[in-house]
């Protein structure tokens, strides 16, 4: 069987039950399945969800809304772990129940360096006609 791999270096199928995974853990999130005080009072968003290669487990990067509390939540959402897993592994059809590790997502912390650097003076006249 021929293995069709993205530009990222992931086969399609890692990312697909990523994504299936990501949509679980989201619905079980907004319809609060999870009788946690700490994540029925913020907004989680699940942003990305990396299997491995085996599937059995997966990192799932979560940023509460406007970053308040993360702390909070990842402790939230990691003394739920047992519940999350259960759930996810009867809603995703695979051979395996992944384990799941919660981590803060920092990819919208480096977007905001990066934006701040390309907006900053020195090069901001690098940009301009002369």
Known sequence: MRT????????VRLLRVGEQVRHVLSDILVRGDVHD????????????????PDLRYAIVFVKPLLGQDEEAVLKALRTNTAFLQREVANRVRVKYAAKLKFRADESFDE??????ILRSKHVAQDLTEE
């Open 111 to 116: 977007g905001g360096k990066i934006d701040a």
């Open 4 to 11: 069709v791999e993205t530009p990222e270096g992931r086969s």
């Open 37 to 52: 005080e700490t994540l029925a009072s913020h907004l989680v968003s699940i942003t990305e969800v990396r299997m491995s």
